[in-house]
């Protein structure tokens, strides 16, 4: 392999429960005007249709949200909710990093052994400082930061670096970013499922049939998978 990628976003760290524990104090807020049923439905179509505009991460989370609560509260929204709601969204650009388990040591190994690449998705200014506060940013060779992950964007980025699919192994916690488009274009993916996905990233059963690509259980299982090991 000439270039291992890894997702950022709960592939590497805990991320999308925190966007649910701000939505909960979100529905919490509004629960006077709106069941949480409606809320929720009405903040994901928010949420769908503001990736074209403002993207994916915590600040179009925080616009979604203030729109939605416009929109389902027929402007009766107070200015000081508003303001909690972005007193409350402004937490997931500062939170403390929780390293999944197992990460430090795989990319402490990995890195002896091959080039490293964190390759995510959202805002620039967000991930750039996640991966700062993560502690993890000596292990990679390569950041790249894009838009989306769909199959144009990964062939983009191994065009720039001169590898071709084949030479290519993404590691990541979403079906629909990190395994399909890789699997379609040629290269491996190894799929390592988080605890809480955001339901945008969900694929259909059937969009899985004849595609192939490794599962596994923990971070640590790619020690023994990919054949490395600690160098005494």
Known sequence: MKLIAFDADDTLWVNEPNFVGVKEKFCELLAHYVDQQTLSSQLYDAEVRNLQVFGYGA??????????????????????????IIDTSRRLLDYPIDVLDGIPEVLDVFSKHFELM?????????????????????????????????????????????????????????????????????????????????????????QLVGKSFTTLASARELLTLLGVKEIA
């Open 59 to 84: 600040k179009s989370f925080m616009l979604s949200m203030i729109e939605t609560a416009i929109e389902l509260t027929d402007g009766a929204i107070t200015g000081r909710e508003i303001q909690q």
């Open 118 to 206: 964190v390759l995510t998705k959202g805002d620039l200014f967000d991930q750039e400082s996640k991966l700062a506060r993560s502690g993890l940013g000596h292990y990679f060779k390569h950041i790249e930061i894009v838009s989306e992950k769909n199959e144009q964007s990964y062939q983009r980025v191994l065009t720039r670096y001169n590898v071709a699919p084949a030479d290519f192994i993404m590691i990541g916690n979403s079906l629909k970013s990190d395994i399909l488009p890789v699997v379609h274009i040629g290269g491996r993916a190894i799929y390592i499922p988080s605890d809480t996905t955001w339901v945008h990233e969900h694929v259909a059963d059937e």
